[in-house]
């Protein structure tokens, strides 16, 4: 099934995956190519793009459920999953419905069962406004928001390798609004627990407001999981692997062992 659905993006030597990445709403696995070979190159790492996104497929069902089940066919023993955003809820899914083949969590700024008008107002912005003009009114959107702290050579990347040219002549991101508007109802959804004993990190971004990484998102783990979960406060906004790859890199290399 993954090889049908899933666009993968692999880095690092052959063999089974050590790392999986797990991308937010709206981005791509080839967003990790920065952390992945400039500060994890010895690692085995698999970066799909999820469904809906990038050059994976874009049929329905848009579902975190649907997502899990294509992840799992790309792992064949326990993995480190890392997830940013949407892939924070997405990895918890993950490894609470295949907790063989998860060996810890880092979850990036995790956006989890967050509340329903919130939500519905995002979609509503979305579907109102899901391109632009121009490269240049891109570019601005991402500047004056999430990636204002990311490297201007991080975010030209980023324009090159997921803005593309629509039909009547505008620009958007190379992704699914249909599967997306999907996607902003699945993160209302409740919290799905990891087994106990995962190992799980989390980091909350302090300058994302207001959070996606919820006060009861935190105690549940916390409550569930006890010493083998841990909460790190990092001082930067929502787009923690681009804005902190090293730091990122750092505490996933901590995990590995």
Not at 109 to 121: C, I
Not at 151 to 179: F, K, M, Q, Y
Not at 215 to 223: H, N, V
Request: aromatic share 6%; with cysteine.
């Amino acid at each position: 099934m993954s090889a049908d659905v899933l666009h993968i993006h692999r880095f690092g030597p052959p063999g089974s995956p050590q790392v999986l990445l797990v991308h937010g709403l709206t981005g791509h696995g080839r967003r990790w190519k920065t952390l992945a070979t400039r500060h994890l190159a010895e690692f085995s790492i698999v970066a799909p793009d999820l469904i809906g996104h990038g050059q994976s497929s874009w049929a329905a069902p848009w579902t975190l459920d649907a997502n899990v089940a294509a992840l799992s066919g790309l792992l064949d023993g326990p993995t480190l999953v890392v997830g940013h955003s949407f892939g924070g809820a997405v990895a918890l899914n993950l490894a609470a419905a295949h907790p063989d083949l998860v060996s810890g969590l880092v979850l990036l700024d995790p956006a989890v069962e967050l509340d329903g008008e919130w939500m519905r107002d995002i979609a509503d912005n979305m579907m109102a406004s899901p391109d632009y003009p121009d490269r240049g009114e891109a570019r601005d959107e991402k500047v004056n928001g999430s990636w204002g702290e990311v490297e201007p050579a991080e975010l030209e990347r980023e324009l090159d390798e997921h803005l593309v040219e629509l039909p009547g002549g505008r620009w958007g991101w190379r992704i699914s609004i249909p599967a997306m508007m999907a996607y902003w109802n699945e993160l209302a959804r409740p919290v799905a627990l990891p087994r106990k004993g995962t190992p799980t990190a989390l980091v909350r971004a302090t300058r994302t407001d207001p959070p996606y990484a919820r006060e009861a998102l935190i105690d549940g783990l916390a409550a569930h999981l006890g010493a083998d979960f841990t909460l790190l406060d990092w001082d930067c906004d929502h787009m923690v692997p681009v804005a902190k790859p090293a730091d990122t890199a750092a505490l996933i290399r901590e995990r590995l062992g």
